[in-house]
């Protein structure tokens, strides 16, 4: 497999392009040549319209979704031809969902401290 990520993409996170590079990725100018060249897309955060205009048949698009309050994101993805794979949806071999729960944790230390 090789690896490709945008430049800066680890920036304000204190990981350097060098950092990816010496860990074997490829990091490239855009979000847009990604796109062009990987058969899988990871993401931390739901696509925007923009990266939903980028996605390929077949191309695989591993990610939050949150589709139920998004027509429109859920409409762009089935246009697209892409294969959209939502974190919330992954279950683990007794039905828990181990991609979601540790989001689920921090949405509820910060709900203390947010109010």
């Given at each position: 497999h090789?690896?490709?990520?945008?430049?800066?993409?680890?920036?304000?996170i204190?990981?350097?392009?060098?950092a990816?590079?010496?860990?074997?990725a490829t990091?490239?100018?855009?979000?847009?040549d990604?796109?062009?060249?990987a058969?899988?897309i990871?993401?931390?955060k739901?696509?925007?319209p923009?990266?939903?205009?980028m996605l390929?048949?077949?191309?695989i698009?591993?990610?939050y979704?949150?589709?139920?309050?998004?027509?429109?994101?859920?409409?762009?993805?089935?246009?697209?031809?892409a294969?959209a794979?939502?974190?919330?949806?992954v279950?683990d071999?007794?039905?828990?969902?181990?991609?979601l729960?540790?989001?689920?944790?921090?949405?509820?230390?910060l709900?203390?401290?947010a109010?």
């Open positions: 090789k690896i490709v990520v945008e430049a800066d993409a680890g920036a304000a204190g990981f350097p392009d060098a990816y590079e010496a860990a074997g990091v490239v100018p855009t979000a847009s990604v796109f062009a060249v058969d899988m990871v993401k931390v739901e696509p925007q923009s990266e939903i205009a390929r048949p077949e191309q698009l591993f990610t979704l949150h589709l139920a309050p998004d027509v429109a994101q859920t409409r762009g993805l089935l246009e697209s031809g294969v794979i939502a974190y919330e949806t279950t071999q007794f039905g828990g969902l181990p991609l729960a540790p989001m689920s944790e921090v949405a509820g230390r709900s203390i401290q109010g």
